[in-house]
């Protein structure tokens, strides 16, 4: 049988979530032993114009030229699968919306910043249709996995949408607030295990918010730890600016 031509892309971004399939270990047999991944910097030439059965997406839609790009790929790939908070939700990218454009581009580029063009930070799904997601800052393998047997197998993959506080309880971890820390988990969305708690760190919303946020649940936990909601505020703008666009 023909496997399936898979092309990766990235935009803004750090290259995490692509090391991490690198670092996939026996997992990364079961999945390219079922695909065809073509050379990606090939693929990202511009002239390239054969047709893909999956286009992996890691990174933030920062510029025009980027908006150009992931629509000429959108109309190459049958399926488009984003990975990692970056092109999910916008992730850290997204902290550039805080400020003006203009601002930027001449802190970043001096007196040469008209050279540079730039656009607010989008999610990827903000730009084209994306078909699936793996969320996540770096995104977490097991979900890849289950998530690309979906898309080889043709039917939908739907993340969690319940608080990462499910995970970390049924995880037995001493809750953060208990240790007078705060903790993004209640609002933003599981799968991931809890990682971050179990490993004894705090919940930044890496995964982006749950769909119908407890915030009432929410703002009791804040009102009963004496903590104010603007330090909640500013701890979501760290990877869920870009929830505002939309
Ligand atoms: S989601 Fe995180 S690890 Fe992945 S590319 Fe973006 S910054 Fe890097
Ligand atoms: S607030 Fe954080 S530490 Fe507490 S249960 Fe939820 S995820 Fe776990
Ligand atoms: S615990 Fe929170 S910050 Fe850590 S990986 Fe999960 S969603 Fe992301």
Sequence with gaps: MKKPK?????????????????????????????????????????????????AI?????TDPHAVKRIKQIRKKAKILIAIGS????????????????????????????????TELTKAVHQVVKVDYFVHGCPMYIPEFV????????????????????VECKLNENVCMYDRQVTCLGPVTRAGCNSWCINNGNICYGCRGMVSNPNEKGA???????????????????????????T
């Design 6 to 54: 898979v092309g990766i892309f990235d935009f803004a971004c750090c290259e995490g979530c692509q090391l991490q399939i690198a670092n996939m270990g026996e997992d990364v047999l079961s999945v390219l032993g079922s695909i065809d991944v073509l050379e990606w910097r090939e693929v990202m030439s511009e002239k390239w114009g054969k047709k893909l059965d999956i």
């Design 86 to 117: 970056c092109a999910t939700i916008g992730g850290v990218n997204g902290m550039k919306n805080n400020f003006g454009l203009d601002d930027i581009r001449k802190y970043v580029y001096g007196d040469s910043y008209r050279f540079f063009p």
């Design 219 to 245: 703002q009791d936990v804040l009102a009963k730890y004496n903590i104010p909601m603007e330090l909640i505020l500013n701890k979501m703008n760290m990877y869920n600016k870009c929830r505002e666009l």
């Design 57 to 61: 997406i890691e990174g933030s839609i």
């Design 146 to 165: 289950a998530l690309i047997k979906a898309a080889l197998q043709g039917i939908p993959y739907y993340p969690p949408d319940y608080p990462v506080c």
